[in-house]
T-cell receptor, first 112, second 111 residues
């Protein structure tokens, strides 16, 4: 499986935008870029995913580089509730393979 | 909808004992997954299934077994429990090419 590289931790101030980077230089053509987050003492929850084009939903935006070797998860206005570990994952959607492999993630702290 | 339900939420197991962690989903998802998460670490994939009757090993399958006789259920069996299997276990499910939904986890301690 193609791997991702994320910073171990980041800090943000409440109500400011947050840009969480992810490098995936060995991405293949059928890999989708998924982001999940895990709040303390909870199971992971889906945030957003995309293939080539930038994506927006109610939680966040996903900006994908033109060469697809990196991407950035954007939280437009961080809240205290956004403090979590954010995981960037490549998922091969080209075949019937179903596995979803997590890396170490970025621990986001949000200061009031 | 209940989503993904895991039972039990907590359990203490003695070394050498066996137990089954239950996972059921009511979303008719094809794919189901089992992960373990050790303290302060990320999730490691144990086993996954792309449909009833089909299972495959993930990153850390040793010491575990699974079965998938129905679409809804994906139990994880621990044989001869060891202290190294103390962890939080998460089950998840999804459609192909769609987001995964996770259960709330089972916190297992082996003593």
């Amino acid at each position: 499986d193609a791997k991702t590289t994320q910073p171990n931790s980041m800090e943000s101030n409440e109500e400011e935008p947050v840009h969480l980077p992810c490098n995936h230089s060995t991405i293949s053509g059928t890999d989708y870029i998924h982001w999940y987050r895990q709040l303390p003492s909870q199971g992971p929850e889906y945030v957003i995913h995309g293939l080539t084009s930038n994506v927006n939903n109610r939680m966040a935006s996903l900006a994908i580089a033109e060469d697809r070797k990196s991407s950035t998860l954007i939280l437009h206005r961080a809240t205290l509730r956004d403090a979590a570990v954010y995981y960037c994952i490549l998922r091969d959607e080209g075949g019937s393979q179903g596995n979803l492999i997590f890396g170490k993630g970025t621990k986001l702290s949000v200061k009031p | 909808n209940a989503g993904v339900t895991q039972t039990p939420k907590f359990h203490i197991l003695k070394i050498g004992q066996s137990m089954t962690l239950q996972c059921t989903q009511d979303m008719n998802h094809n794919y189901m997954y089992w992960y373990r998460q050790d303290p302060g670490m990320g999730l490691k994939l144990i086993y996954y299934s792309v449909g009833a009757g089909i299972t495959d090993k993930g990153e850390v399958p040793n010491g575990y077994n699974v079965s998938r006789s129905t679409t809804e259920d994906f139990p994880l069996r621990l044989e001869l429990a060891a202290p190294s299997q103390t962890s939080v276990y998460f089950c998840a499910s999804s459609y192909p090419r769609e987001q995964a939904f996770f259960g709330q986890g089972t916190r297992l301690t082996v003593v």
